[in-house]
């Protein structure tokens, strides 16, 4: 009886280091596919951006969407999406991208101005001054979005006053 409980202990212990190497080697195997994911979205972020630059925007926008799908994260991959679709005038669109940009990094002045420039064709001229406010915190000498800014304050002004 006692040899039959040391055997099922050491049975069990070897069963247990099993499992613990399985898992290591589990995880290991994880974290390099994840490696490997970060690069190749990496990758097609580039891609996307060079492929952006030259005006493809159709083939752009299928690398750069690759890109996010593989690793969400790349706020670039969405700041350009709302790029390309900023330029083919898809307001919805180039919204939706520019926000999902600036959540993951808010130093995009760039994409604040965007957001400012559709705010303001919605109508929505406060969240316009919002977002011009934005992007002069990030670049306070930037003078087009002064001017955008002095623009909306101005069509602001000229609504309160009409009502």
Do not use: C
Not at 60 to 68: C, F, H, P
Not at 154 to 159: G, L, V
């Amino acid at each position: 009886m006692m040899m039959k409980k040391l055997f099922l202990k050491k049975v069990t212990l070897t069963f247990l280091v099993f499992l613990v190497s399985v898992g290591a080697v589990a995880l290991s195997y994880l974290a390099y596919q994840n490696r490997r994911n970060k690069e190749i979205a990496g990758a097609h972020e580039i891609i996307g951006v060079n492929l952006f630059e030259e005006g493809k925007y159709s083939e752009a926008e299928g690398a750069l969407k690759q890109a996010i799908e593989r690793d969400p994260r790349l706020w670039r991959g969405y700041y350009y999406l709302g790029s390309i679709y900023f330029e083919q005038r898809k307001w919805a669109e180039a919204k939706r991208e520019f926000e999902t940009a600036v959540e993951l990094n808010p130093e995009i002045r760039e994409a604040f101005t965007a957001l400012g420039i559709i705010a303001f064709r919605e109508g929505n001229y406060e969240k316009s001054i919002t977002y011009f406010k934005k992007a002069l915190e990030l670049d306070p000498d930037n003078k087009e979005v002064k001017g955008l800014l002095e623009a909306v304050e101005k069509a602001a002004e000229k609504k309160a006053g009409g009502k």
